[in-house]
Structure formats: structure tokens, C-alpha cells
């Protein structure tokens, strides 16, 4: 930080914001901090009485302050792109539904195995496809288990065009983190949101409480 002289330093959270905001305040530049979720982390925690100015996602993350912005999370151009609901669903065949399921980049196991489990009981009068990010480690199982319950499913490792899935989905199950969240706010799909239990403090549970309550 010395070599560069940045005129300003911003930290987004996470163990790695720490070291370089303290060096930001030691040397008197201005620190600009951000916090996704509704629940401050730890970093951020620690770094709110050094920082100028203090970015959040969701309401009352820290005490009310002048220095408290409430700012949302960033969200590509193109996912505030996307036709609303409304639109998309004009010329939607009756008793269809599409559904997406992310895991996270990582994929989520639970949601691999639940997920199947549960759309098999499905009325027969509803058509069901179903799009579904697993996770690579868990690819091959996943798609044996929609085989297995006869779903028509499309399962990928990683699914790269984020984008178009939203726009081909009606409902989306996932996780709640930050990004996530901000998206389907963004573009306005409906969600069945199943925490991720073992996020620190909780948070993912307190993401998801807003967008329900909001």
C-alpha cells in the first residue's frame, strides 16, 4: 500500500479486508467498507469505527450513523435486464412449471438429494422440468437420482450463463446468500430459500428473512 498510494481503500468483508484496512487507517486513507449480508461479519465489525464510510446491503446492519449508507448489493446490468414475471409468463403453457435449483458453485447436497425426493410426489397434472447446478463432486449421483425418480431434469456441475437460466426459471431453490438474494430481488422470481445452517452467525437465515418479510 505504501508503493501504490491508493487515494482511497474499500473493503468488502472477509479475513482478507482486515490487514488492508487497518494499513488504510495507520495511514490515514480514507476506508470505504461494505457488508452483503444483513448480519455484519466479523472483519467488518471490526473495521466500522476506523472506516469514513460504511456500505450495507440491508437495514440497521450497524447502529444509525451519518456514516452508514444503506447502498444494496451490486448487481450485473444484465440480470436488472430481464423481463418481469409478467411478461415472461404471457404464453406459458398451463400446469407447467420450471424450476432451478442452485447449490451454490460448489453444489449443495442436501438440496441434491431433497430436491428430487420431493418433486416425484407431485400431482401428475403438473409438468415439471427442472434445471439444477449440483456441483461437479456431485454430478453423477444427482443425475441417478432424477433418473431414478423418472424427472426430467437437465443437472450441471457449474452453470456458466447465469442469466438465461433466470429467465427460463418460474421459481428458483437455493441458498440465501448475499449475492443470490440481490439478484432474485433484482429480477423478481419467485424463491423457496433453504439456508445454508452452518453460515456464520446465522446470516443466511437473516438474508432470507428480509426478502420474506420485504
Known sequence: MIKIRPVVVLGMGGFASGPGGIAAWLMRIPLLIHEQNAIAGLTNRLLAPFASSIMTAFPKVFKK????IMTGN????????ISKPEQRYVNRKPKLLKILVLGGSQGAEKLNKIVPETLCNFNDNCIVKVKHQCGEKHFSNTQKTY?????????FPFIEDIVSAYMWADIVICRAGASTISELAACGIASVLIPFPFAVDNHQVKNAEY???N
Open 74 to 81: 451490486p448487481t450485473r446490468e444484465d440480470i436488472h435486464n
Open 211 to 213: 426478502l420474506v418479510h
Open 65 to 68: 450513523s451519518s456514516k452508514v
Open 147 to 155: 433418473r431414478n425418480y423418472n424427472i426430467p431434469a437437465e443437472v
